[in-house]
Nanobody, 125 residues
Framework: QVQLVECGGGLGQAGGSRRVSCAAS????????MGWVRQAPGKEREFVAC????????IYADSVKGRFSISRDNAKKMSYLQMNSLSPEDTAVYYC??????????????????WGQGTQVTVSS
């Protein structure tokens, strides 16, 4: 079992930056890939980024490429999503998720077995 807790959400302005964090407990952190997924009001969940178990392989959604950066610290059992050049379109609940079956992580939300409770990020124009 894996427990995930996000923090760092809040209200920001367009063009600003924010970092959301995900703390993991339970199963050894380095044994699963991590992903970040977001859900805006009235929309389906959208893949944002994922990072492999060791941190050396990363995938970004086209909508955040060049603006967001995912990372992980296996010693601290933490995953981070650094968000720069924020726009109102980035407003969403951000979830971290763990995929114990894939070394590299995937874009598909269905592959993630464990989810945090989410943290709200709101960007005003």
């Amino acid at each position: 079992q894996v427990q995930l807790v996000e923090c760092g959400g809040g209200l920001g302005q367009a063009g600003g930056s924010r970092r959301v964090s995900c703390a993991a407990s339970g199963r050894a952190f380095s044994t699963y890939a991590m992903g970040w997924v977001r859900q805006a009001p009235g929309k389906e969940r959208e893949f944002v980024a994922c990072i492999s178990r060791g941190g050396g392989f990363i995938i970004y959604a086209d909508s955040v490429k060049g603006r967001f950066s995912i990372s992980r610290d296996n010693a601290k059992k933490m995953s981070y999503l650094q968000m720069n050049s924020l726009s109102p379109e980035d407003t969403a609940v951000y979830y971290c998720a763990a995929d114990p079956d894939n070394t590299y992580g995937t874009r598909s939300s269905r592959n993630y077995d464990y989810w945090g409770q989410g943290t709200q990020v709101t960007v005003s124009s």
